[in-house]
């Protein structure tokens, strides 16, 4: 992820973040540390490195790394096996979504 991706204001005032600081993002997903980690060495999951060496995540991976975290426990799934099914599952979002447009054409 780019920082063109990170908004800028022009006034002073405070704005709602997009992303979340890695013990933030940890907290949110209830996910295990040294998992996030293996998400990141994958590729899987989105992270922006401030010059502090902070890690940050887009909200928008919340969901994501929830349902991944819950299809592992539930099914007993390696880090792998879990990214396979999510991202499995969002394919079939997409083709439904997709299938549904080209009906309304119909």
Known sequence: MSDKNL???KDSSPSKSRFLHW????????????????????????SVCTENEDYLFPESDIFKVRKLVRLC???????V??????DLLQEIEDLKRE?????KLL
């Open 7 to 9: 908004e800028t204001r």
């Open 23 to 46: 013990s933030e993002f940890i907290r949110a997903c209830e996910i295990n540390p040294h998992r996030l980690m293996e998400l990141m060495e994958m590729g899987w999951v989105d």
């Open 73 to 79: 426990k539930d099914f007993e799934l390696s880090t």
């Open 81 to 86: 096996g879990g990214t396979i099914i999510v």
């Open 99 to 103: 299938v549904n447009e080209l009906r």
